[in-house]
Nanobody, 127 residues
Framework: QVQLVESGGGLVQAGGSLRLSCAAS????????MGWFRQAPGKEREFVAA????????DYAASVKGRFTISRDNAKNTVYLQMNWLKPEDTAVYYC????????????????????WGQGTQVTVSS
């Protein structure tokens, strides 16, 4: 059974940093693009970042570009989201997701492309 397990969330002050991790199991990790999405209270889930199967391409939402970095380690079946210069509006539950395929990261900016989802990790940024 495929599992995606996020970790690294928490409470941080505005301007601070967090690094999220997502460990995948029971899938051929290098055959999947990976993405991060987030959902704030009362809002719809939104795209944050995606990375292609090889890590060769990445894509970001405009709201996080220049502050967040997505990366992956295929040897560890893990995808990361480094979040710097956090803002209160970044507060949300962050989800990682896996999409089977070999397209560019830009193809994976919509949730419908994804096959598997994690349970989420809470990120709270205080002002």
């Amino acid at each position: 059974q495929v599992q995606l397990v996020e970790s690294g969330g928490g409470l941080v002050q505005a301007g601070g940093s967090l690094r999220l991790s997502c460990a995948a199991s029971a899938l051929t990790f290098s055959s999947y693009a990976m993405g991060w999405f987030r959902q704030a209270p009362g809002k719809e889930r939104e795209f944050v970042a995606a990375i292609s199967w090889s890590g060769g391409t990445t894509d970001y939402a405009a709201s996080v570009k220049g502050r967040f970095t997505i990366s992956r380690d295929n040897a560890k079946n893990t995808v990361y989201l480094q979040m710097n210069w956090l803002k209160p509006e970044d507060t949300a539950v962050y989800y990682c997701a896996a999409a089977r395929g070999y397209s560019s990261a830009m193809y994976y900016s919509t949730s419908q492309r994804y096959d598997y989802w994690g349970q989420g990790t809470q990120v709270t940024v205080s002002s």
